[in-house]
C-alpha cells in the first residue's frame, strides 16, 4: 500500500514539475516585463493597469514568432545567434537551451530513439542508457565495429549525464517506452514499467 503511494506520488511529481516550471518561468517573465513597463505607463497615463505585463508579454512572443516565420526576420536571429555564439560563457547557455528545446519540442533526430541496457562502467554492472545516434564520422571509421551513441543518465535529474560510444553488439535493446525508461531513472527504479509488470 505505501508502495503503491508513493509511486503515485512520484509519477504526479513527474507530471506536474515540467507544468509548474513552465508556469514558474512565464510568471518570472511576466513579473519582469511587468516591472519594467509599468512605472512607465504610471508616469505617462497617471494610473497603473493591471495585467499590463502579461499582455505585453504575449505581444513580444507573438511579435518575435512572426518575425521569425518570414525571411528578413529569419536572417536576423541568424545574425543574433552568430553573435551570441562568440560570447564564451553565454554561448555555452544559449546552445545547450536550444538544444534541449529542440530535443523536447521540435522532436528533431537528436531525439532518444530506444531504450538499451549497457554493461557500464565494469563488468557485471548495468546501466540504462537511450540510444541517441549511429556512430558516425572519425569515430565511426577509426572503430573495427558498428559503434553507437548511448546517453547514460543521472538518477533523479535524468537532464544530467555522460555519453558513452558503444559497440551495438554489446547492448541489449529494452522493450520499454522512453517515457518509461525516463520514469525509471526519475524514480530511482521504484517505478516498474507496464511491460515488466506483467512478466512479475
Same mark, same amino acid.
Given at each position: ?5 508513493? @509511486? ?7 507530471i506536474?514539475? !515540467? ?7 512565464? $510568471? ?21 493597469i493591471?495585467? $499590463? ?10 511579435? =518575435? %514568432?512572426?518575425?521569425a516565420?518570414? #525571411? ?6 541568424? =545574425? ?15 546552445? &545547450?537551451?536550444?538544444?534541449?528545446? /529542440? ?11 530506444? =531504450?538499451?541496457?549497457?554493461e ?16 558516425? %564520422?572519425?569515430?565511426? @571509421?577509426?572503430? @573495427?565495429?558498428? #559503434?553507437? @551513441? =548511448? ?6 535529474? !535524468? &537532464? ?9 553488439? /554489446?547492448?541489449?535493446? $529494452? /522493450?520499454? &517506452?522512453?517515457e ?8 530511482? %527504479?521504484?517505478?516498474? !514499467? ?7
Open positions: 500500500m505505501l508502495k503503491e503511494i508513493r @509511486n503515485y506520488l512520484i509519477t504526479g511529481l513527474i506536474l514539475l !515540467p507544468l509548474l516550471t513552465t508556469v514558474y518561468i512565464i $510568471l518570472t517573465i511576466v513579473n519582469l516585463v511587468d516591472g519594467i513597463f509599468s512605472p512607465l505607463i504610471r508616469l505617462i497615463i497617471g494610473r497603473e493591471y495585467g $499590463l505585463g502579461f499582455i505585453i508579454t504575449f505581444v513580444i512572443i507573438l511579435g =518575435v %514568432g512572426i518575425v516565420t518570414n #525571411v528578413l526576420g529569419k536572417k536576423m536571429i541568424s =545574425v543574433g545567434e552568430r553573435l551570441l555564439t562568440k560570447i564564451p560563457i553565454v554561448r555555452n547557455i544559449y546552445l &545547450t537551451t536550444q538544444q534541449i528545446l /529542440d530535443a523536447l519540442l521540435l522532436k528533431k533526430k537528436t531525439d532518444f530513439r530506444k =531504450v538499451v541496457l549497457v557500464y562502467p565494469k563488468e557485471g554492472v548495468y546501466q540504462l542508457g537511450f540510444l541517441t545516434y549511429e556512430g558516425k %564520422g572519425e569515430v565511426q @571509421n577509426k572503430s @573495427n565495429k558498428n #559503434v553507437v @551513441n =548511448v546517453f547514460i543518465p543521472t538518477t533523479p535529474n !535524468p &537532464t544530467s549525464g555522460m555519453l558513452i560510444l558503444v559497440a551495438d553488439e /554489446d547492448l541489449t535493446y $529494452l /522493450d520499454m &517506452t522512453i518509461e525508461g525516463l520514469k525509471w531513472v526519475i524514480s530511482g %527504479g521504484t517505478i516498474v !514499467p507496464e511491460s515488466e509488470k506483467e512478466e512479475l
